[in-house]
């Protein structure tokens, strides 16, 4: 078993921009479980992404695993439902280290989701700051002139039409890293069934290709798939690689667990 982790910063883009060549190693929590955001961050991953899209929680399920995450020191992304100023605004209050849009579709569409994130008259965000758990409920004075510095704004990437704007969407000013999902952009390929198979990728090396050759020097992140696994993304010079899901890692280990015994 794991040791307990080293404590760690939690100005996510500042270890990024230290990561070098080795890519920081995170976990997707679907599950919405304090108790397994704390473990994931005390097992030592870099990061760990609390998913609003594709998990049952909102924000009030977001909040005790992001003060989890705080307690083990681990970064939290918030991965949102949609790319709305709504969304954004209530993810931000909570106090993430990044922020994650889905379906990003276009240049215009990275513009929106950074003005989101930034206040009057740069962006559209709502202020909320003296009460907010994001500036530790207005006893973080500097929170104003910090937040915007430090918040990673990722932005996914997940269809053809992305792939063919992913170079425009990783030059616009904000975006500081573009994610790029491999199972959203099989299925808008047609391959529901078969995801991540030879003609998907090579359609993510074009992607990756973009990003890692971009001037804006944007970072890429990924998630990692069976037959693309963690050390591939790593290999093709991702600088985030995301491993697994809190649910499947469970899963995998409850199956195995039974199967076990049912054999002996």
């Not at 705080?70 to 954004?88: G, N």
């Not at 931000?92 to 990003?104: K, V």
């Not at 002139?145 to 990437?157: A, D, F, G, R, Y």
Request: glycine share 8%; with cysteine; aromatic share 6%.
């Amino acid at each position: 078993m794991a040791s307990s982790a080293t404590p760690q910063t939690l100005n996510l883009k500042a270890r990024l921009n230290k990561a070098n060549e080795e890519p920081l190693y995170g976990l997707f929590l679907l599950s919405f479980s304090p108790t397994l955001a704390e473990i994931a961050g005390h097992a030592g991953y870099d990061f760990v992404v609390v998913d609003m899209e594709h998990g049952h929680g909102g924000i009030s399920e977001a909040l005790p695993c992001l003060q989890a995450l705080a307690a083990t020191q681990t970064p939290a992304i918030l991965r949102i439902p949609e790319s709305s100023a709504a969304w954004a605004k209530k993810a931000l209050d909570l106090g993430p280290q990044g922020l994650m849009f889905p379906m990003i579709d276009d240049p215009d569409l990275a513009k929106k989701a950074v003005s989101y994130c930034r206040y009057p008259p740069n962006g559209v965000r709502g202020a909320a700051h003296p009460v907010v758990r994001a500036s530790k409920y207005g006893i973080d004075e500097e929170y104003i002139n910090k937040c915007e510095k430090e918040l990673l704004i990722m932005c996914q990437v997940e269809s053809m039409e992305a792939v063919k704007n992913v170079e425009d969407i990783a030059a616009v000013e904000g975006v500081d890293c573009v994610m790029i999902g491999p199972l959203d952009l099989s299925v808008n390929m047609g391959w529901l069934r078969d995801p991540v198979n030879e003609k998907v990728k090579e359609v993510m090396r074009v992607a990756e290709k973009a990003v890692l050759d971009s001037e804006s020097k944007t970072y890429l992140a990924g998630f990692a798939m069976p037959n693309d696994g963690p050390d591939e993304l790593k290999r093709r010079g991702y600088h985030m690689v995301c491993g697994g899901v809190d649910v499947g890692l469970f899963r995998s280990a409850a199956v195995d667990d039974v199967k076990r015994f049912k054999m002996n």
